[in-house]
């Protein structure tokens, strides 16, 4: 969706609201893509303080799903998304400032809009909850399910060290 801004152009002062949805589906963060999958329609108030300066403010919550850090699930999550900011026009500005990748010429790209703060809004790490115990790196049992028997005392190389001082000290 985009907002046309030349009904606030040369009108100092001026504010509007405008109630807006995103078609964005998904986004690609760290390696990993996020799925929106649930994103209501909200309210972003553009006002022009001069020519070529503007300020918006909005505020939005998208349900995105992702895949938890330690053992891999599905995880459905709710983002805030705050939109409050300032930004700039250019006249005769084709390509978009790399700090306003949502401004096009006086066109305001409400997907490039969220899609922006969603990156910036998005958990370093997701997990499924906060005690998740992982999957076990030797059979790849999810450990909040089940336990399995391996040994994996022994993928930690601190106590493979100890270990063998240990086995040293024995045969002497
Ligand atoms: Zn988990
Ligand atoms: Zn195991």
């Given at each position: 969706?985009?907002?046309?801004?030349?009904?606030?152009?040369?009108c100092e002062g001026r504010k509007k609201v405008y109630t807006v949805e995103t078609a964005?589906?998904?986004?690609?963060?760290?390696?990993?893509?996020?799925?929106?999958?649930?994103?209501?329609?909200?309210?972003?108030?553009?006002?022009?303080k001069t020519r070529h300066k503007y300020t918006m403010s909005g505020h939005a919550t998208?349900?995105?799903?992702?895949?938890?850090?330690?053992?891999?699930?599905?995880?459905?999550?709710?983002?805030?998304?705050?939109?409050?900011?300032?930004?700039?026009?250019?006249?005769?500005?084709?390509?978009?400032?790399?700090?306003?990748?949502?401004?096009?010429?006086?066109?305001?790209?409400?997907?490039?809009?969220?899609?922006?703060?969603?990156?910036?809004?998005?958990?370093?790490?997701?997990?499924?909850?906060?005690?998740?115990?992982?999957?076990?790196?030797?059979?790849?049992?999810?450990?909040?399910?089940?336990?399995?028997?391996?040994?994996?005392?022994?993928?930690?190389?601190?106590?493979?060290?100890?270990?063998?001082?240990?086995?040293?000290?024995?045969?002497?």
């Open positions: 969706m985009l907002i046309h801004l030349s009904e606030l152009f040369n964005l589906d998904s986004v690609d963060f760290d390696g990993e893509t996020f799925q929106i999958e649930k994103a209501e329609p909200f309210e972003l108030e553009l006002t022009a998208l349900t995105v799903g992702g895949h938890c850090a330690r053992c891999l699930e599905p995880v459905s999550f709710d983002c805030e998304l705050d939109f409050g900011r300032e930004f700039e026009v250019q006249d005769g500005q084709e390509e978009s400032l790399d700090d306003e990748p949502f401004m096009k010429g006086y066109n305001l790209d409400v997907d490039q809009l969220v899609c922006n703060e969603l990156l910036l809004s998005l958990p370093m790490k997701v997990l499924c909850r906060e005690d998740c115990k992982g999957i076990c790196n030797r059979c790849g049992t999810n450990l909040n399910l089940r336990t399995c028997t391996c040994d994996t005392r022994s993928l930690d190389p601190r106590m493979s060290v100890i270990q063998e001082i240990f086995n040293e000290f024995k045969e002497v």
